[in-house]
C-alpha cells in the first residue's frame, strides 16, 4: 500500500527556518514524483514545490521561490521541504502528495493519488 506521512511542522517566528519531511512506503521503485501542497486558513490548497524521482526536476510556486527547497533522498525515501525566512502567509498545513510518475514534476492536484494527513505550520511572533 503507497503511504506518505509528513513531519516537522511546527510554531515557528517569522524569519525563522523548518524543514518538512515526508517519509515515503510501498513503493516497489524510485520511480515517484512527491509535491508538497499547502492549505492556508480560509483558502483552497495550492501546490508549493514538486520534485521529480531522480531528482533532476524541481518546480516551487512563485510566491516561496527563494525561500523553499526541495529535495530528496532515495535512499530513505524520504522528501524534505526547507522553508527558510518564513512569513505569516506561511502559515497553514502542509500536505505531501506522490504519484508513481518517472521524471515528472507538478503542482496539480488532480496529478495525485497518493496523500497524507497533513503537518500544521504556524507562524507567529
Known amino acids: 500500500q503507497l503511504r506518505v506521512v509528513e513531519s516537522g511542522g511546527g510554531l515557528v517566528q517569522p524569519g525563522g527556518s523548518l524543514r518538512l519531511s515526508c517519509a515515503a512506503s510501498?513503493?516497489?521503485?524510485?520511480?515517484?514524483?512527491i509535491s508538497w501542497f499547502r492549505q492556508a486558513p480560509g483558502k483552497e490548497r495550492e501546490g508549493v514545490a514538486c520534485?521529480?524521482?531522480?531528482?533532476?526536476?524541481?518546480d516551487y510556486a512563485d510566491s516561496v521561490k527563494g525561500r523553499f527547497t526541495i529535495s530528496r533522498d532515495n535512499a530513505a525515501n524520504t522528501v524534505y521541504l526547507q522553508i527558510n525566512n518564513v512569513k505569516p502567509e506561511d502559515t497553514g498545513v502542509y500536505y505531501c502528495?506522490?504519484?508513481?510518475?518517472?521524471?515528472?514534476?507538478?503542482?496539480?492536484?488532480?496529478?495525485?493519488?497518493?496523500w497524507g494527513q497533513g503537518t500544521q505550520v504556524t507562524v507567529s511572533s
Open positions: 502528495a506522490a504519484e508513481k510518475l518517472f521524471q515528472y514534476c507538478g503542482l496539480l492536484e488532480v496529478q495525485f493519488n497518493t
Open positions: 520534485i521529480s524521482s531522480s531528482s533532476v526536476l524541481t
Open positions: 510501498g513503493f516497489t521503485s524510485d520511480y515517484y514524483t
